[in-house]
C-alpha cells in the first residue's frame, strides 16, 4: 500500500493551491482519506477527511469554508483545494487513509503516505 502526498508548494497568503494524495495497493473506494499536517514545532493536526461511498466530508473549524477535499476512485486520487490561505496554514501536509471511515485521531489511520510541504508567505 502507498500513498503519495505531492503538490505542495511556496504560496503567498490569500493564495490558492491543490494538493493531490495518489494512492495504489488498495481499492480506494472502500476507504476514508484523511488530511494532517504538521506545522514546525507543532503536533500533527488533523484538517479534512472524505468518507467512504458517497464521500461524506469533514474539516476542522480553521479551514471550513477555505479548504475543499474531493476524491476520484476511478483515478485512485483525493483531492485538497485550499483557498485563501494563511501563513497559520504552512505545514507538512500528509495524506492517510483508513477502512471505511474517517477519524480525527491520526492513531486510527492505517496507512500513510510521506507528506509535502506548503509553506504560506510573501
Known amino acids: 500500500v502507498q500513498l503519495q502526498a505531492f503538490g505542495g508548494g511556496l504560496v503567498q497568503p490569500g493564495g490558492s493551491l491543490r494538493l493531490s494524495c495518489a494512492v495504489s495497493?488498495?481499492?480506494?473506494?472502500?476507504?476514508?482519506i484523511g488530511w494532517f499536517r504538521q506545522a514546525p514545532k507543532k503536533e500533527r493536526e488533523w484538517v479534512s477527511c472524505?468518507?467512504?461511498?458517497?464521500?461524506?466530508?469533514y474539516y476542522q473549524d480553521s479551514v471550513k469554508g477555505r479548504f475543499t477535499i474531493s476524491r476520484d476512485d476511478g483515478k485512485n486520487t483525493v483531492y485538497l483545494q485550499m483557498n485563501s490561505l494563511k501563513p497559520d496554514d504552512t505545514a507538512v501536509y500528509f495524506c492517510?487513509?483508513?477502512?471505511?471511515?474517517?477519524?480525527?485521531?491520526?492513531?486510527?489511520?492505517?496507512?500513510w503516505g510521506k507528506g509535502t510541504k506548503l509553506t504560506v508567505s510573501s
Open positions: 472524505i468518507t467512504r461511498g458517497e464521500g461524506s466530508t
Open positions: 492517510a487513509s483508513r477502512y471505511y471511515f474517517c477519524s480525527i485521531e491520526g492513531s486510527d489511520m492505517h496507512y
Open positions: 495497493g488498495i481499492t480506494l473506494d472502500y476507504y476514508a
